[in-house]
């Protein structure tokens, strides 16, 4: 028999197309000997399947329909796992719907008692008896002795205070206990979308839930969000079931009551969400519902959600929108709506160039189409953009960041020459908020290349990149200038400018930590403090627009080791600024620490770095360098805390950073940068030779290029000699805190130089 199926199963095997073939379980080829084989084999190709018996034959067709149709069954299953389903309503296939005993349920002191509860009263005390007494149809009990009692539809707990009293006063020295040993069922009508509708006899205790239970649920034309609970008073009551599905809330989940009807109004609303959120599916919508509320209903948004492009497809298919979240709120009605889709920047990036911010058409731009950055732009229409800092950051096949860019679209320079990569994501800020929704390189670079402007007792800080004017941004915050004067101070530590101009004709290209401030003839006053060699040190209260040189003719004298061309100024929002860098760069750290651990890399260089930035003292922060000497100092406009240092003559060049042993030199005429650098040990294997520069008294940097290796001399007293690390990273993640490195490097080396130019 076993050799007849066989036969009959290859018979098919050999004969069927590829497609049923190659569903076919193999294994039994393998039970099956070569004569066996063969012998089906011959039987397909001469028809003769007449040797097999007729009975067998059937069994084995039938057996053979049965497992085509189980495939076939497979396959539409796959096909329905794909497909949204509407949410919800598989929650009654999982209830029970038999009726516990009572026995096993708890009994609550606020059950109403109905006809035919049945009661067990016990007597104790100088009476010992016990009554089993049913509710009757008149909704009283028939208490011996005492009467009928009236209890319909009060609590258990009434009954017990009513009947305790009663017998309290009847009898002397007697105890009371009652209880319920049978419950009757409670007959419920339920009607509407549901699956049976019709009359049911409920547990007691059931609620709304547990009797759809009872009708098979409520079928998909049903509503979940509008059911009513009619009771037999004529009050009706309504139950929202996603309270107690997404919320866990059962409050409105109400007991039943004898007579009471279930009503299961029809959906008014489904609303499909799918992409990039934890639950896709076809959700019941409500009046007053909004987008955030869907979104709740999908548990939110993925890790990898662009929560900023969201496509909303509406009833009438000509009336299809994307939504920029900077200009749509959340609270974005659902009325109408069919499909909410809510992008994916991982998967979709894929798809072209992603376009997020104040544009009118956000969402991803064809690659093939746009090859440079300038021919994008071009195709854009902008809504309320700023245009000063916009970003683009390119990403490797891994995700892994491989460049951030800055650019103006004001200033063609920046930008023109760019070229496009695949999963390439633009950001422009909106210039209401001029927020940029980036990552973590993004946010540093944007932090450094700002313009602080100082308007009275107001800051503002404004991302710039490319060329710009004060002018501009003077309009832009619609700032009242008829109390300024002319002048404004523009100081750029990176570049070591300290500018005083008249500020409708200062046109600057964007540097790093730029300051504007703005003079004005009103006599506010400031407390600045002055240390070190003068005659009058410690605090001085002076007019808000008082500059360094009014500073100095209240000092008094110089003292004769006045160091007047080291003059150290310390501002405190310039110190704030660079540890909040510090801040900043130690989280990207950690963070690239974290990202190598996990993926078995050597984090060492980077623990190296985080140790340089833990190394920096605060207190030797803040420094704005250029010359404070008195010659110059009428330009310089001072500002409330500003910190101002007279060292002593220093006669000493410092030598710090990668050398075998950082020390301070009596300085020479004839000392030069190499030998500086060969008395302090040389170099050490990290250094790096080209990159060595000169930290000035003043706080001005030098590079001296090729003269590192010159043999005349280069240097002046009070010099510190920096030689850098030489960072070289290949790994694709490490890659990207070279800027991070640079700029710990310059605040800790600017550090390092205040502190020796302070101590000589």
Known sequence: MIFIKNCLFLSIYFSSPFSFAQTIDTDLLSQLSPEQIEAAKEAVANENLGELENQEFIQGEETLVRIENELMDEEDEEDEEIALKKFGYDFFSTMPTSLAAVGDLPLPNDYKISLRDQFRIILSGSRDQIFNLNVNLDGTILFPELGSIYVAGLTLQEVREKLSSIVSQTYIGVNIDISLTNLSAKKVTIVGA????????????????????YSGGISEIGSLRNISLIRNNGSTLSFDLYDLLIKGDRSNDFTI???????????????????????????????????????NFALGFTQTANKSNISISYLDSN???VLNKTKVSMEHSLKDVLVVDVFDYINDAKLGISVTGAVEEPGFYDLEKYKNLSDLIEDLNFVDV??????LEQFDDDNLARSTILFNINDKNTYQSIELLPNSRLYFANIDERTFDVGQLAENLIDEYSLNLNFNEDSYRLPIFGKYSVTSFINLLGLDMSDVNSEATYISPLESKI????????????????????????????????SGAVEYPGPYTLNSDSTLEDLYRLVGNFNDEAFLDGVVLTRESVRERQLKSIQTAEAALNK????????????????????LAQSIEPENLGRIAGDFSPMAANEIVLFDGDLIII???????????????????????????????????GYQSYADKKKVFIIKANGLVEKPGRNVFAGRSNLDPGDTIVVPRKVNITNPILRNLAPVT??????????????????N
């Open 194 to 213: 549901v699956q049976t509708p019709g009359t049911y006899l409920m547990n007691p205790f059931s609620t709304i839930t547990g009797a759809l239970a």
């Open 257 to 295: 009551e004898a007579g009471d009807t279930i009503l299961i109004n029809a959906a008014s609303q489904f609303v499909e969400i799918d992409g990039a959120v934890n639950r896709p599916a076809i959700y019941e919508i409500v009046e007053g519902d909004e987008i955030s509320d869907i979104i």
């Open 319 to 321: 009336k299809t929108s």
């Open 386 to 391: 700023y245009p000063w800092c916009a970003v």
């Open 499 to 530: 500018i005083t101009d008249d500020y409708k004709n200062m046109n600057f290209t964007a540097k790093k930590y730029n300051t504007v401030s703005f003079r004005f003839p009103v006599n506010d006053l400031i407390t600045v403090n002055i």
């Open 592 to 611: 690239s620490i974290l990202s190598s651990i996990q993926r078995g890399e050597d984090p060492g260089i980077i623990e190296q770095i985080s140790a």
């Open 647 to 681: 060292p002593k003559q220093s006669n000493v060049v410092n030598v710090i950073g990668e050398v075998l042993n950082p020390i301070a030199f009596e300085y020479s005429n004839k000392m030069t940068i190499q030998s500086a650098i060969s008395n302090a040990g």
């Open 742 to 759: 640079q700029i710990l490097s310059d605040l800790a080396f600017s550090a390092a130089a205040v502190d020796n130019l302070s101590n």
